[in-house]
């Protein structure tokens, strides 16, 4: 299988799914398990993104400055700093990390 098949296929599917959910009677989306699960699932495809877009490069997993940076901001967001703040801050760090030649 080529990567356009896999796109395609993936396309197909995305859309099949948005399909079935308008078809769907509201009054099976509006039980609270569905609900839940569509919150937690948001949570975790999250989660998921930002792990591959801290760790991956390429088919590696590559510890850089992104590392710290993220952790930085995950503090900040547990203390609730403002977003800009948060943003701000793990650019310094990842920055400064580069700059000094810590984490390439």
């Not at 989306?29 to 792990?51: F, H, N, Q, Y």
């Not at 203390?79 to 030649?101: I, K, M, Q, S």
Request: glycine share 4%.
């Amino acid at each position: 299988m080529t990567l356009w098949n896999a796109v395609l296929i993936a396309s197909i599917v995305c859309v099949a799914l948005k399909t079935a959910g308008y078809l769907l009677p509201a009054r099976i989306l509006e039980l609270p398990r569905p609900s839940r699960i569509a919150d937690l699932l948001t949570v975790a495809l999250l989660a998921a993104l930002v792990m591959v877009q801290t760790l991956g490069a390429g088919q590696a997993i590559v510890v850089d400055a992104r590392v710290p940076a993220v952790l930085v901001a995950a503090g900040l967001l547990m203390l609730r700093a403002p977003f800009l703040v948060v943003v701000a801050a793990a650019a310094v760090v990842a920055a400064l990390l580069r700059l000094w030649g810590w984490a390439a």
